[in-house]
């Protein structure tokens, strides 16, 4: 059955792999623990009591609350899928609740921060510092994720329009802008790639010429931010929550920023249109009698 439904997953709904494996990990877990609690792996005989179960065992594990109700999330949408194919006569999952989850500000570096880091850190001017710096650079300059960044190729980048298309959530396309110092930045790296490699299939490879791999990002983008910052997250996501917190401070319109973002609704863009303390201190400083 997990099968099956990740087969529609994949070929009807367009889910990409990183989800896919979300999904199959989720439900591979349910099925695991049904096994070893319950002696049964029939998701068929799944009741709404085993379930909770299962939610509760969760929680004792010490996963967060937002991660119970993600993987509850996965279950609800494989029981939705089963019945509505009628592999199973009721629903299970109809009277799950999700947790209540502690609303979270998304962290972002300053802005000072970052045009200390873009500015004045020093990167070896080889292939290696080039690939590093141009790395930060698009994660800020652009806002894009994780597994865009890694899937770019050199047909993605339009140098003479200053354009970059990538591919998002769900497969769908966006072309988003590029200011000129990125532009100058991608034709420097790739000149430096190409002396070093040769011809590669994607923009950016590792030290031996291989895809770039998240992990190897990861350490990339925090190796540079803990010289500049002292927050918490310092990893490429946190990149992409500076982009769009920036651009809100700077005034920019939340369709835009969504469109930047590839977000499918309003709503997830609006998490970014928080005050960061740079701009409360603007308003105090201009407004307040006593500044």
């Known amino acids: 059955m997990i099968d099956t439904f990740l087969k529609y997953l994949r070929f009807e709904k367009r889910y990409s792999e990183h989800t896919l494996t979300a999904y199959r990990k989720d439900l591979t877990q349910l099925e695991i623990f049904l096994s070893e609690e319950f002696e049964t792996s029939d998701f068929k005989e799944v009741q709404h009591a085993h379930l909770r179960n299962w939610m509760v065992n969760l929680m004792e594990s010490g996963l967060e609350p937002k991660s119970v109700n993600r993987k509850m999330a996965s279950v609800k949408a494989f029981y939705k899928f089963l019945l509505a194919r009628e592999y199973v006569a009721s629903n299970p999952t109809g009277r799950l609740k999700s947790l209540k989850v502690d609303k979270k500000l998304p962290s972002f570096v300053r802005e000072s921060e970052m045009i200390t880091l873009l500015d004045q850190i020093e990167f ?31 047909p ?133 009698p006593k500044a």
């Open 124 to 154: 070896s001017r080889d292939f290696f510092g080039a690939r590093d710096r141009l790395i930060l650079e698009l994660l800020y300059a652009t806002g894009i994720r994780l597994t865009e960044l890694i899937n770019l190729s050199d």
């Open 156 to 288: 993605d980048v339009n140098l003479y329009q200053g354009s970059i298309k990538v591919l998002g959530k769900r497969n769908k396309e966006r072309v988003i802008p590029m200011a000129e110092f990125i532009v100058k930045s991608i034709k420097e790296y790739q000149q430096l790639r190409n002396a070093e490699f040769g011809f590669c299939d994607y923009l950016f490879v590792t030290d031996s010429g291989n895809k770039l791999y998240p992990m190897m990002v990861y350490r990339i983008v925090k190796k540079y931010l803990d010289q500049v910052t002292t927050i918490a997250k310092r990893s490429p996501h946190v990149l992409r929550h500076t982009f769009a917190t920036h651009l809100l401070n700077k005034g920019a319109d939340l369709n835009a920023v969504k469109d930047l973002l590839g977000h499918t609704s309003l709503a997830a863009t609006q998490v970014y249109t928080h005050n960061s303390m740079e701009k409360l201190k603007s308003v105090f400083d201009q407004a307040h």
